[in-house]
Each structure stands twice: as C-alpha cells, then as structure tokens.
C-alpha cells in the first residue's frame, strides 16, 4: 500500500513537473502520469515528443521492482529525436539519443530498462575521454514497435528495430534487429520461440 505522504507529495510534484518539461519545450500530447521527478534534458534543436497516456515512474513505491534510478529521457545533439508512442510505460528506463529513438504506443520497458543510439565515445579515435561524441548515422536509429515488452535491466543498442509485440526477457541485450511477434533473450538476445497470441490490429 502507497503511503499517503507519498500520494500527496506525487500530485504537487506532478503539477510542477508538468510546467516544467513544457518550458523545456518537450511536447506532451495528452495525458501524462509522472511518479517521482525524471531527468529530462533536450539538447537544442532536438525534438522529445510524449504522446498521450505515457507513464513515467522514478520512484520504487510506486512499482512493484522499483527502480534504481529516476527514468532519464535525454537528446544529445541537435536534429536528434525521443519519441515515446501513447499508453507506453517506463520505469526508471534511460533513452539517450544522438540521432533517433522511438518507441511505438502501448511499450512497457521494465525497471532499469537502458536504450542508447550512441556509444558515447569514439571507438577507432584516440584518446576516447576528450573527443566529443561520435556523429551519428541514420542506421544508428532503434525503433521500438507497438506493444514490445523489454523485461528489466534490458540494453538496447544503436541501430536496433525490435517488431510489434515482441517479449524481450530480463537482462538481455539487444545488438541486432528483432522480429515481431517473438519472445527473445540473452547476450546478444536471440530469438527463443514465436508468441502464440498476436498482436490485436484494431
Ligand atoms: C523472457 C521471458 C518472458 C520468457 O519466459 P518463458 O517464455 O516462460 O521462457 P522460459 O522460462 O520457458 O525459458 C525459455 C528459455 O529461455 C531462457 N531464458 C528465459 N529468460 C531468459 C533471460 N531473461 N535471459 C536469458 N535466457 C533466458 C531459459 O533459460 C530457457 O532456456 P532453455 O530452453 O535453454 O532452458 C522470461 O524469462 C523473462 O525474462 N521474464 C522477466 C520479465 C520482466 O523482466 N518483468 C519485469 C518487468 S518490470
């Protein structure tokens, strides 16, 4: 059961919140539901774009596995993009994006969930530490089509599409492009067995 003081805390933060990614500029279409205070910071001329019935959840009352950090949605250079499709659901889930990250609607990326369409640091350039970030390319984007499910502490790496309604289990890391309608896992994750049940059109 939610303590009260949490339930309280949670309404006045959420009004604040609200205010603040707007002057950010992050588009928010619709509903938004904010449990606990995400970092979110948009580079300039990048584009971060929330769309109806999202969920962000930074606090581990309010999640069943609670989160070992606040969901941290971020763009890194301008002309990159975040989009997060309606009904989606992130718990204490990274999206870091120097060129494009989208999620489609209903994705539910599980507690500590990492997606990255960058390595952050050059890998064939020296010294690493005071280079700046690699410029991206249009195949680093990751796609993350309607109704997947990543399981908690899931990476998924740059220039992945995983398909609509695919199950990706916990821990995993996703390299290489996966299939709709699988359930996959490991490092790399492979693909296990194909769903029964298919994704519902309407
Ligand atoms: C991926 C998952 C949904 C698959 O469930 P399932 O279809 O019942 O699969 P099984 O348990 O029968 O496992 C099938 C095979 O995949 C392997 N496997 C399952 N999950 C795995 C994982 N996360 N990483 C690596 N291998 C995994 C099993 O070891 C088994 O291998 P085997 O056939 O060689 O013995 C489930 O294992 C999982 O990871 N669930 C966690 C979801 C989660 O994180 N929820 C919290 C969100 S907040």
Redesign the pocket.
């Given at each position: 059961v939610i303590p009260r003081s949490e339930v309280v805390v949670q309404r006045l933060m959420q009004a604040w919140l609200l205010r603040r990614l707007r002057r950010l500029g992050v588009s928010v279409n619709g509903r938004l539901t904010i449990i606990g205070a995400p970092i979110i910071d948009s580079y300039p001329n990048s584009t971060i774009t929330l769309d109806d019935g999202v969920t962000l959840v930074s606090r581990s009352w309010w999640?069943a596995?609670g989160v070992s950090r606040p969901v941290i949605i971020r763009t890194l250079s301008p002309g990159s993009s975040i989009t997060i499709g309606a009904g989606s659901g992130l718990?204490g889930t990274t999206l870091c994006s120097a060129v494009g990250i989208t999620l489609g609607k209903r994705v539910?990326c599980?507690?500590d969930v990492l997606i990255a369409d960058t390595d952050f640091h050059p890998i064939e350039q020296f010294p690493r530490v005071s280079l700046p970030l690699p410029v991206g390319i249009q195949s680093d984007r990751i796609v993350i089509e309607d109704d997947v499910f990543l399981?908690?502490r899931c990476l998924v790496l740059k220039g992945v599409t995983i398909g609509a309604g695919t199950?990706?289990?916990?821990?995993?890391v996703v390299s290489r492009s996966l299939p709709p309608g699988v359930?996959a896992?490991?490092n790399p994750a492979r693909v296990?067995?194909a769903l029964v049940s298919s994704v519902d059109e309407s």
């Open positions: 999640t596995l718990s539910l599980g507690a399981g908690a199950v990706v289990g916990a821990g995993s359930v896992a490991g296990i067995r």
